[in-house]
């Protein structure tokens, strides 16, 4: 069973930056490939980025690439989103997941995901 809290979300003006993070209760952290997801108002969970358990593979969104930053700290049990160059169409909740993994792969598939965290605000007015 893993437990996932997300933090660090808030209202920001276009163009800054923000750091969401996601501390997870789990034993075994490092054996979890980790994502973010968003959803905004009326509209279905879309992926973000996503991680494998290493940390040496990575994939985004394209509508997020070249601004937004996956990492991990497996010795923290936490995953990080930097957001960078913020625009009003990243407004949404960003929720953090993790699958049971046994290689070193990453996931983009919201079916993938086992375990979900709650969420975090994420506002970016223009």
């Known amino acids: 069973q893993v437990q996932l809290a997300e933090s660090g979300g808030g209202l920001v003006q276009t163009g800054d930056s923000l750091r969401l993070s996601c501390a997870a209760s789990?034993?075994?952290?490092?054996?979890?490939?980790m994502s973010w997801f968003r959803q905004a108002p009326g509209k279905e969970r879309d992926f973000v980025a996503a991680?494998?358990?290493?940390?040496?593979?990575?994939h985004y969104a394209d509508s997020v690439k070249g601004r937004f930053t996956i990492s991990r700290d497996n010795a923290k049990n936490t995953v990080y989103l930097q957001m960078n160059s913020l625009k009003p169409e990243d407004t949404a909740v960003y929720y953090c997941?993790?699958?049971?993994?046994?290689?070193?792969?990453?996931?983009?598939?919201?079916?993938?995901?086992?375990?979900w965290g709650q969420g975090t605000q994420v506002t970016v007015s223009s």
């Open positions: 991680i494998s358990v290493s940390g040496s593979n990575t």
């Open positions: 997941a993790a699958a049971d993994d046994s290689g070193n792969y990453y996931y983009t598939d919201i079916s993938e995901y086992d375990y």
């Open positions: 789990a034993r075994s952290f490092s054996s979890y490939a």
